[in-house]
């Protein structure tokens, strides 16, 4: 069974702006794609956000077993509609993989519940992120570190839970540390977030970066069946519980009567 | 100083409903801010859900230090302006204290970003709550575990993100088991969610579960003064970063500009 | 590429105890064995406590991808140079389950660092593991709780670091709860505990444990190379620094000296 | 009730070396507790590792509330009893401060778990320490970071389980990061490992240091009472289960008997 990627991008950058059109004329969800379509058993495609409802119909999502998103200057602009819809699909199993400046997208602040707010200089520096454990599938074929000449800086403090893995801490010349690749769990959905990725730099034609991002699709990819009431609140009658009881004391629902949300 | 713990309740059960009225008269809320002015030094209020803004205006939420939530059936009522701000104030780090069927406030769901749905049984049955760590504050002045009689069940599988710490663990006379007191960090703020409180059984008359909740308090309160820019991604210019760097390569944003949210 | 699996057992009670014989009469380990044996991709194998070395020299443990543990009566008699050698190659990478009474095993306790301590009662009372976790890999194939008619009673409090996941919750028919499912990450080396398995009950003819171990078994597999030097402390001299750097100041190592350990 | 600190100093360096003598006269554990003593209600003693035991007799340990480690060369050399004691005392509830090489004690391995292996280098180079969680308690009173004009090295990986909370993440001027701010819970206790402390620099002596020390015995103390018996595994009987049963089935254990261990 092949893994259905996704890759979602904003996709306005790359048509408004010479330089980030030089590095990605057809956009960053064309190169992402063409680095995953590297993997023999990835079915990979595209979708952005001036699409109808963003490229994200249910029955697309229904069928998508990982989403990488990229978004930056139109986060505002994206429909909550979609976002929920997106959020309710990784409650359900599907993996997603959130880039760079989607840390401020309205799907990853729904779904990490914090500011996902941080320290930022776009100068070209030189970024250096460390793998903290070498042997963590997302990691694989890839050194001990990965070195980038020109980055965007991000900066701690960033705002998000403790994650269940930090995979990748960064270093920069201009002196701050940003935690670069980090894993959660979110009901049957596995999240990553990848730092790199800025828009006026070639990041995504770094080998290294989509060696990363392949294996992050692995990774992210849940087999499990979706999930599908993972939001649903089933009342279990006294008649159906595991063990005998009798009902008891005073009740607010009556039978049958579903719970209140 | 003072501890500033404000008990926050829906208070529509108690009003419409017979067997609710005669246990909580004047409310939870009120019963709840009794058992937590037994501690000298905490300083309790109380406000409802039918009062203009909730009872919680942006200065009253920046005057309180732990806010205690109980919520049910009138969960979708709640302004969404209300739950942003109190969740801001939690980033900034409030303490939240979430009671029994507040698993389905929007206050809560907003901040865990997972469905925080369960199974759920109203049979009167007995729960027992074990502590799983007997030396965390939360658990002090009780003992290995706390009975109670008569329970609403909920059980497992409890869609929420991997906590800090398990706490409590219940033991469910119909065959159930629920993870019952956890805690999470979120910015500055800390949140712990604490199972028991059905409105149709003396729950927050118990004397363990009214020391529990005066230890969360404590336990939620972080004394740091508020982290007001907590959302904040300030730029740090290229002639403020700790190391020296110049610019290089191309660029976004111009200089002195704002980042994109 | 198939996955080692290699089953060891301390083997004791199958040979002096009646009843344990009657059950497993070649021993637990030969049980669990045929259970993986159902995977077609698994290359299971077995060791026992009373070999030469536990059965365990290095070079089979450098041929072995995920180790499963039962032990019980003898945990004191294991060799601490066999026990350092299993603790490394999981540090390395190398898979471990841990089975019931292994709780108190040298080996978990070395990787876990804590007491691992429990209640307990032998009382062939009923046992039922709820699914923290639906879409977990370890859970598939499984409803969403397994019943075992008669079971050993472990309870809550379990001395075990916080977990990187709760898989199963046990409720038991005495009255008390455990987390029976558990995951850890310790350097390259995944580790589950598993809880069910008391030597006097068919445990490990149950298809639902059955199941569970074999999905764990491919869970706790790492594909990646062995970290074969995750224990080293490497000195980065000054002239291999990633950035370039001047020596300045006072040292304490000579240039080319080895680190204290 | 003041909170009874004891700084535990290897105490070799400073006798050995001339470098280290001028910086640490009295040695690294007098200019710790005097930084200590600035907070009132702190009780602070010292104790070195060639005093008998160690300085770390039973009764002392049981009336210590937190103890801070600094070891380096001759780490091989402190007793197995010892460091068996001191694990005990954790799990029961002491806090544990680890300082710096410490991460290669024989206390620290023994709580950890892991290798706690990593990269170093001895070149008097800068050191920013970034905090992660400006509102943490340990944090409080610092800055965003810490500066350090000089310092060694460590850089990841960091061979330690994934932490209860990334306190600090530190940037050094040769390229590398570090995860110098950790904590954990094991058992009862609390443990803060902090990465700063080099022998040949004058760290102890820096006021941001000495405020993050005294941050860290304050939150390292658990005010519970000692958990005894923490590494006990009662036997539960039958007639003193929570919930009544009968003894059904085949047992291994006599009525009353000990379980292994």
Redesign the interface.
């Known amino acids: 069974m092949p893994i259905r990627a996704l890759v979602w991008n904003e996709f306005r950058?790359e048509r408004e702006?010479e330089?980030?059109r030089s590095i990605y004329p057809d956009g960053i969800h064309a190169v992402i794609a063409a680095a995953l379509a590297e993997t023999p058993d990835f079915q990979v495609s595209t979708a952005t956000q001036d699409e109808p409802e963003h490229g994200l119909p249910q029955e697309r999502l229904d069928q998508t077993d990982v989403l990488l998103w990229w978004g930056?200057?139109?986060?505002?602009e994206v429909s909550d509609t979609v976002v929920e819809r997106v959020?309710a699909r990784v409650?359900q199993?599907m993996g997603l993989i959130v880039l760079h400046?989607g840390h401020?997208s309205k799907i990853f602040k729904?779904?990490?519940?914090?500011?996902c707010?941080?320290?930022?200089?776009?100068?070209?520096?030189r970024e250096?992120l460390?793998?903290?454990?070498?042997?963590?599938?997302v990691v694989?074929g890839v050194g001990?570190?990965i070195?980038l000449p020109?980055a965007e800086?991000y900066?701690?403090?960033?705002?998000v839970?403790?994650p269940?893995?930090?995979v990748f801490?960064?270093?920069?010349?201009?002196?701050?540390?940003f935690?670069s690749g980090l894993t959660?769990?979110?009901?049957?959905g596995r999240i990553f977030y990848f730092r790199p990725g800025?828009?006026?730099?070639p990041i995504y034609h770094n080998p290294d970066i989509r060696r990363v991002l392949n294996n992050a699709v692995r990774w992210a990819y849940?087999?499990?069946p979706a999930?599908e009431d993972?939001?649903?609140?089933?009342?279990?009658?006294?008649d159906k519980?595991?063990?005998k009881?009798?009902?008891?004391?005073?009740?607010?629902?009556r039978p049958g009567e579903e719970?209140?949300?």
């Open positions: 950058h702006n330089t980030v930056h200057k139109a986060h505002k959020a409650h199993g400046s401020f729904r779904l990490m519940g914090t500011p707010s941080l320290r930022w200089r776009e100068a070209g520096e250096r460390w793998a903290v454990n070498r042997s963590h599938p694989q001990p570190s070195d020109n800086m900066g701690e403090p960033f705002l839970p403790e269940m893995e930090t801490i960064s270093w920069f010349e201009g002196g701050e540390v935690r959660y769990q979110r009901g049957a800025h828009e006026t730099y849940n087999p499990a999930w993972v939001a649903a609140a089933p009342n279990v009658p006294v519980a595991p063990e009881i009798e009902q008891r004391g005073p009740a607010l629902h719970g209140f949300r």
